[in-house]
């Protein structure tokens, strides 16, 4: 079992940046993909973005240039750098985790809004 604590969110005006962490509880995070996803009030929860063991990231078309995904392996830690926030990015970020996307284990969900 891969437990998965996120932080980071918050309240932020457009144009502005935030970054999410995802911390997982096991190790077996290093041969995991990570994934970002969100959820806006009414909406489908959608992949924002993932990285794969080997490193290779994968984006939404509405995420790309402005969103950079990572992972720090010695610290089980997934983050997701966003930049230039638009009010459209407001939603709930959740990390997901698996050998592939979407896995198994999410995170609890952390709130992102962006103000006009």
């Known amino acids: 079992q891969v437990q998965l604590v996120e932080s980071g969110g918050g309240l932020v005006q457009a144009g502005g940046s935030l970054r999410l962490s995802c911390t997982a509880s096991?190790?077996?995070?290093?041969?995991?993909?990570m994934g970002w996803y969100r959820q806006a009030p009414g909406k489908q929860r959608e992949l924002v973005a993932d990285i794969t063991r080997g490193g290779s990231t994968n984006y939404a078309d509405s995420v790309k240039d402005r969103f950079t995904i990572s992972r720090d392996n010695a610290k089980n830690t997934v983050y997701l750098q966003m930049n230039s926030l638009k009010p459209e990015d407001t939603a709930v970020y959740y990390c997901n985790a698996g050998h592939v996307i979407p896995g198994d284990y999410w995170g609890q969900g952390t709130q992102v809004t962006v103000s006009s």
């Open positions: 096991s190790s077996i995070f290093r041969v995991l993909t």
